[in-house]
C-alpha cells in the first residue's frame, strides 16, 4: 500500500508567478486535502476535494484553486504568489467519512519558497 | 481565528517518565479529536483520535483525555521514549472536511 506522494519537494518562485503543487493519494483513499503550513505553526485548511469537486474550503483567497481527478490525485495551484505564500504546503488524503475517525494520511509536503 | 490552541511551544520529559500534552479549543461544535506526531522532513502522522461522547480513549501507550465542559483534551504518554520526540499536533473537526490544528508542542525525551 503506496502512502501520499507529492512532488515538487522544494520549489523557488518568484512573487508574481504561478505554481502547480501536485499529490497522489493513498491507494483506497478518494479524498484529498491540502494545507499550509507556515513556519512555527500548524497547518492551515485550504481545501478539499471528494468526487473531483471542492468539498469545503479554509480562508484562502480565490487565487487558490485546485482539481482532482478520476484517479483521486490532485493539484494545487497558486497564481499571482506572494512573499506570504513561502510555505510547507501539505497534501492529505482519506476515504470519505472516515478522515475524522482514523485520521488523515500526509504526504512529506512540498517546500515553496517565493522571492 | 485560533479555534485550537496548543499554549506549550516545547516539553522536555526524562524517558520513562509520563509525558502530558495540552490542548485547548474554542468551537463547541468540534465532534472529533485527533493527535498527529511529526518528524523532520515528513508529514504529520495520526495517532489517536476521540469522539466528543467519549472522554478518553486508549491505545497503548498513548491516551487522550477530553474535558468537553473545558473544551480541554490532554495526551498522555507513557513510559516515554527517545523515540517520541516530536512535534505534537491537536486537531479538532466539526466536519468531515474542515480540520483545524493546534501550533504544535515539541516534546524531547531524554534518555
Known amino acids: 500500500e503506496t502512502g501520499v506522494t507529492q512532488s515538487p519537494t522544494h520549489l523557488i518562485k518568484t512573487r508574481g508567478q504561478q505554481v502547480t503543487l501536485r499529490c497522489s493519494s493513498q491507494?483506497?483513499?478518494?479524498?484529498v486535502s491540502w494545507y499550509q503550513q507556515a513556519l512555527g505553526q500548524g497547518p492551515q485548511f485550504i481545501f478539499q476535494?471528494?468526487?473531483?469537486?471542492?468539498?469545503g474550503r479554509g480562508n484562502f483567497p480565490p487565487r487558490f484553486s485546485g482539481l482532482q481527478f478520476p484517479n483521486y490525485s490532485s493539484e494545487l495551484n497558486v497564481n499571482a504568489l506572494e512573499l506570504d505564500d513561502s510555505a510547507l504546503y501539505l497534501c492529505?488524503?482519506?476515504?470519505?467519512?472516515?478522515?475524522?475517525?482514523?485520521?488523515?494520511?500526509f504526504g512529506s509536503g512540498t517546500r515553496l519558497t517565493v522571492v | 481565528d485560533q479555534q485550537v490552541k496548543q499554549n506549550s511551544p516545547s516539553l522536555s520529559v526524562q524517558e520513562g517518565r509520563i509525558s502530558i500534552l495540552n490542548c485547548d479549543y474554542t468551537?463547541?461544535?468540534?465532534?472529533?479529536f485527533l493527535w498527529y506526531k511529526k518528524y523532520p522532513a515528513e508529514g504529520p502522522t495520526f495517532l489517536i483520535s476521540?469522539?466528543?461522547?467519549?472522554d478518553k480513549n486508549e491505545d497503548g501507550r498513548f491516551t487522550v483525555f477530553l474535558n468537553k465542559s473545558a473544551k480541554h483534551l490532554s495526551l498522555h504518554i507513557v513510559p516515554s521514549q527517545p523515540g517520541d520526540s516530536a512535534v505534537y499536533f491537536c486537531?479538532?473537526?466539526?466536519?468531515?472536511?474542515?480540520?483545524?490544528f493546534g501550533a504544535g508542542t515539541r516534546l524531547t525525551v531524554k534518555p
Open positions: 486537531a479538532a473537526s466539526a466536519s468531515n472536511n474542515d480540520m483545524r
Open positions: 491507494s483506497g483513499h478518494n479524498t
Open positions: 468551537n463547541s461544535m468540534f465532534d472529533y
Open positions: 492529505a488524503s482519506s476515504a470519505v467519512g472516515l478522515g475524522s475517525r482514523s485520521g488523515y494520511t
Open positions: 476521540i469522539s466528543s461522547i467519549k
Open positions: 476535494y471528494y468526487r473531483e469537486e471542492e468539498n
